[in-house]
């Protein structure tokens, strides 16, 4: 770990209520500091005590997990306590938008897919969410051994600063794919019989996230790619939830899954089984329609982290470094600024990287 008093892992479990104090406080001086203008309706003061309770205690709970310590998550965290945390996320999306417009400056981060300890050692060199705004373009969960730490630690960054941290849905924050992929069985496998139920809550929970994200009115976001009946914006901004299941005759479907395709002109169908691929022409049409100058999407591994596509109409951002262990590429953190302009801050696989040590029961 290095060594900054200003990173809340290194929290001492004495220390927890001094730093609650002084987290809160800080949220407040980054309410006022940072303006985001957006079309919010729920703002930091409709969570009460309770929620925040809630909230940091979990939070404190994952941070000192993360510090690899001898604690499990299952053996300090209840199930009860998830349901009930799931419970005031859902309000938390419910009462925010489809499509969450904001502004700058904000930090977007690609797929995490269960890799905890990369997202804490992403926070500890982009900053932590007390200090800087983020919007995550989802797959949470899947793939990496820790997908229970990594949604819940970014579910409680989401209830205690709801207009300051945005969490759009992946393709794998879909029951189908993640009663496949490895959440369903890290839910049975780590808390047993209340497993499954619990997974359930998430699939409820899942159901209630935002798609899309638009920054400055410039820059549109989100986890897949565009699609050929994205005529407007505002079919963005009406998207209905709860969606349990997007069906594949529903826009929802190519905004979870397509992707962008150096070989094929136009719209072609995807490999994956599932949507399109589009082309540069594509791409160019759409975003000249709707008036947007960039997309930011994630979905597809991408050596250095981030990829630039059509011009740099398109830009593709991941954030699983050593995606799986069998990939060996870096991870990036893409910074849009109060002018909307961009950078990237990239997280370099190393060989002989020192991961933390993470218990797992
Ligand atoms: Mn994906």
């Not at 001094?18 to 006022?32: F, G, I, N, P, Q």
Request: aromatic share 10%; with cysteine.
């Amino acid at each position: 770990m290095p060594s900054n008093n200003e990173n809340p892992v290194n929290a001492s479990l004495s220390d927890r209520k001094k730093k609650t104090k002084r987290l809160s406080a800080e949220a407040s001086e980054l309410v006022s500091l940072k303006s985001c203008r957006s079309n919010m309706a729920y703002d930091n003061s409709m969570i009460d005590e309770i929620q925040a309770r809630l909230a940091y205690n979990l939070l404190f709970k994952l941070l000192e997990c993360g510090r690899g310590g001898e604690k499990t998550l299952t053996s300090v965290v209840q199930p009860a306590e998830i349901t009930t945390l799931l419970d005031c996320i859902k309000l938390v999306f419910m009462s925010q938008p489809s499509c969450v417009e904001i502004d700058g400056p904000i930090n977007i981060c690609g797929d995490t897919h269960g890799q905890f300890s990369d997202v804490l050692r992403m926070f500890d060199k982009a900053g932590y969410p007390h200090r800087a705004n983020y919007l995550f373009l989802g797959d949470y969960v899947d793939r990496g051994r820790h997908s229970l730490e990594n949604i819940l630690l970014l579910f409680c960054y989401k209830l205690i600063f709801p207009n300051h941290f945005f969490l759009l849905r992946g393709n794998h924050e879909c029951p189908s794919i993640n009663k496949v992929y490895g959440f369903y069985e890290e839910c049975s496998k780590r808390y047993e019989k209340g497993g499954s139920k619990m997974w359930e809550d998430f699939q409820d929970t899942f159901s209630t996230m935002p798609m899309t994200a638009v920054i400055g009115q410039r820059i549109l976001c989100m986890h897949g790619g565009i699609s050929p009946r994205l005529s407007s914006l505002d079919k963005l901004r009406a998207f209905r939830r709860p969606n349990y299941q997007p069906s594949h005759d529903q826009i929802e479907i190519d905004i979870l899954w397509s992707d962008p395709s150096n070989t094929g002109k136009g719209w072609n169908p995807n490999q994956r089984g599932v949507s399109y691929t589009f082309g540069t022409d594509a791409l160019r049409k759409v975003l000249n329609s709707l008036n947007i100058d960039l997309v930011v999407r994630a979905h597809q591994v991408v050596q250095d982290g981030y990829e630039f596509f059509g011009q740099r109409r398109l830009v593709t951002v991941f954030s699983a470094p050593f995606y799986c262990g069998q990939f060996d590429n870096a991870a990036a953190v893409m910074t849009v600024n109060e002018d909307l302009v961009c950078s990237f801050q990239i997280l370099r696989p190393k060989k002989y990287f020192p991961k933390r040590r993470i218990q797992v029961d």
